[in-house]
């Protein structure tokens, strides 16, 4: 059974940086393509960016020039680097693995091509 567990959330003001972590349990985490959601109360759930399998890494508008996925094939871990944060980034911040299964059929920022999902870890950015 596949768990990923985020941490790094907090509270901060804007202008300042966090870095999201997301520990993966499983075999052949390198393997997969790993994505970073989020949503923000009353809101739909939103694509935040994603890393392949050779690290190639793609990111919504909202974010391009911020935020860095990268990820750590030996710990089995993907993060996200927040910088220059802004109150419209609050949200609940959810790492996912893309099924292989699906990797044809839905683009990376389809969040109906992630087949396993992380509890989420709150990040709120005050102005």
């Known amino acids: 059974q596949v768990q990923l567990v985020e941490s790094g959330g907090g509270l901060v003001q804007a202008g300042d940086s966090l870095r999201l972590s997301c520990a993966a349990s499983?075999?052949?985490?390198?393997?997969?393509?790993m994505g970073w959601f989020r949503q923000a109360p009353g809101k739909e759930r939103e694509y935040v960016g994603a890393?392949?399998?050779?690290?190639?890494?793609s990111y919504a508008d909202s974010v391009k020039g911020r935020f860095t996925i990268s990820r750590d094939n030996t710990k089995n871990t993907v993060y996200l680097q927040m910088n220059s944060l802004k109150p419209e980034d609050t949200a609940v911040y959810y790492c996912?693995?893309?099924?292989?299964?699906?990797?044809?059929?839905?683009?990376?920022?389809?969040?109906?091509?992630?087949?396993?999902w992380g509890q989420g870890t709150q990040v709120t950015v005050s102005s």
């Open positions: 996912a693995r893309k099924s292989t299964a699906l990797v044809l059929v839905y683009s990376d920022s389809n969040y109906s091509a992630y087949d396993y």
């Open positions: 499983g075999q052949a985490f390198s393997s997969y393509t």
């Open positions: 890393i392949s399998r050779s690290h190639s890494t």
